[in-house]
T-cell receptor
Framework: SQQGEEDPQALSIQEGENATMNCSYK?????LQWYRQNSGRGLVHLIL?????REKHSGRLRVTLDTSKKSSSLLITASRAADTASYFC???????????FGEGTQLTVNP | DVKVTQSSRYLVKRTGEKVFLECVQD?????MFWYRQDPGLGLRLIYF???????EKGDIPEGYSVSREKKERFSLILESASTNQTSMYLC????????????????FGSGTQLSVL
């Protein structure tokens, strides 16, 4: 089964609003990563948060990690139509090299 | 700029054909990966490689094989293509960090949409 599961599956908001996506996982991790995918294209790395970190920022992105609840959230502030994409979380276990992806959240930002 | 290049953007093949998907990275990365992406199933790992001539099975290796003769190139081979292998195939590469070889971020190619008729 998938290590990471995103919630919600789909999210539709207006430009300027904030978008929050959640990710839950099942086992201990070394780090958790968020990726973005525009329709029909490859994934682009957004941000990596390590298991000993609780919060990380990058521009309009804010990621939190709660290892006790095995969950992470991605917040996009002041969204733009260009933020429309699918967003995936991926986890890396302490002993492993492989990333395990969730099924993604489809974000639509309406102008 | 870092780059992962997949040889074909779209590919149409017939059932039973042998199919080669090529991937090249120019970042001297140790690790390379092949994923397939299907609606409702997310990304699933097919095979990966830590080093030249080294390969490991991912979660869904059946019906696939791989080749890594050079560090920069990782090929995915469908020995006898079947209709259930119609999918988007994504190649990625990365470096590892630390004694535990934990993975750092992946760089993805643009994907190959394969249709098997």
């Amino acid at each position: 089964s998938q290590q990471g599961e995103e919630d919600p599956q789909a999210l539709s908001i207006q430009e300027g609003e904030n978008a929050t996506m959640n990710c839950s996982y099942k086992t201990s991790i070394n780090n958790l990563q968020w990726y973005r995918q525009n329709s029909g294209r490859g994934l682009v790395h957004l941000i990596l948060i390590r298991s000993n970190e609780r919060e990380k920022h990058s521009g309009r992105l804010r990621v939190t990690l709660d290892t006790s609840k095995k969950s992470s959230s991605l917040l996009i502030t002041a969204s733009r139509a260009a933020d429309t994409a699918s967003y995936f979380c991926a986890t890396v276990r302490p002993s492993g090299s492989r990333l395990t992806f969730g099924e993604g959240t489809q974000l639509t930002v309406n102008p | 700029d870092v780059k992962v290049t997949q040889s074909s953007r779209y590919l149409v093949k017939r059932t039973g054909e042998k199919v080669f998907l090529e991937c090249v990275q120019d970042m001297d990365h140790e690790n390379m990966f092949w994923y397939r992406q299907d609606p409702g199933l997310g990304l699933r790992l097919i095979y990966f490689s830590y080093d030249v001539k080294m390969k490991e099975k991912g979660d869904i290796p059946e019906g696939y094989s791989v080749s890594r003769e050079k560090k920069e190139r990782f090929s995915l081979i469908l020995e006898s293509a079947s209709t259930n292998q119609t999918s988007m195939y994504l190649c990625a590469s990365s470096n590892t960090a630390g004694a535990g070889r934990s993975n750092e971020k992946l760089f993805f190619g643009s994907g190959t949409q394969l249709s098997v008729l």
